[in-house]
């Protein structure tokens, strides 16, 4: 009975989640490549002149730093991850989702700090992150065994 209410879990619940999880990662990752490719475009054939109070997409997509729409975008990837995490038995995806939102806090941290002088709080915020990514990932391989 109880391989029967977990066969039709995974069939009912989790593969549906895996695929929606799945959709939704490969159009976040599209619209990524979408906007890096229009930046690009914009850098080689247009004035690329960054207009402020302007609404426009295009307007939106030359004013932000790569950085930003990467560390936004792994922002978003992470919470992809926690929300299909509640619908699946295994917990790898909270995992995932915190290597993310770290790897996201770094780059926003970086993007920052390039525009302006990068200083020593910098160094202590990626420092910390680093620390606390060996600390989640030690504890989860402790709680494996």
Same mark, same amino acid.
């Given at each position: 009975?109880?391989?029967?209410?977990? #066969?039709?879990?995974?069939?009912?619940?989790?593969?549906?989640?895996? =695929?929606?999880?799945?959709?939704?990662?490969? =159009?976040?990752? @599209?619209?990524?490549?979408?906007?890096?490719?229009?930046?690009?475009?914009?850098?080689?054939?247009?004035?690329?002149?960054?207009?402020?109070?302007?609404?426009?997409?295009?307007?939106? +997509?030359?004013?932000?730093?790569?950085? #930003?729409?990467?560390?936004?975008?792994?922002?978003?990837?992470?919470? =992809?991850?926690?929300? @299909?995490?509640?619908?699946?038995?295994?917990?790898?995806?909270?995992?995932?989702? =915190?290597?993310?939102?770290?790897?996201?806090?770094?780059?926003?941290?970086?993007?920052? #700090?390039?525009? #302006?002088?990068?200083? %020593?709080?910098?160094?202590?915020? +990626?420092?910390?992150?680093?620390?606390?990514?060996?600390?989640?990932?030690?504890? %989860?391989?402790?709680?494996?065994?």
């Amino acid at each position: 009975m109880s391989e029967e209410v977990s #066969d039709t879990y995974s069939r009912n619940v989790e593969r549906p989640t895996g =695929i929606v999880r799945m959709v939704l990662r490969m =159009i976040l990752g @599209a619209g990524l490549i979408v906007a890096l490719i229009l930046k690009v475009y914009m850098m080689v054939l247009t004035d690329y002149a960054c207009v402020e109070g302007e609404t426009s997409l295009g307007a939106m +997509i030359r004013c932000a730093g790569v950085l #930003d729409m990467l560390g936004f975008t792994l922002a978003v990837a992470a919470g =992809i991850e926690v929300a @299909a995490s509640l619908f699946l038995r295994s917990q790898e995806g909270v995992q995932t989702a =915190i290597v993310l939102a770290l790897a996201s806090t770094v780059l926003l941290a970086l993007s920052r #700090d390039l525009a #302006d002088v990068a200083g %020593w709080r910098s160094a202590l915020v +990626i420092g910390t992150l680093v620390i606390c990514l060996l600390l989640v990932r030690t504890l %989860w391989d402790y709680r494996q065994r």
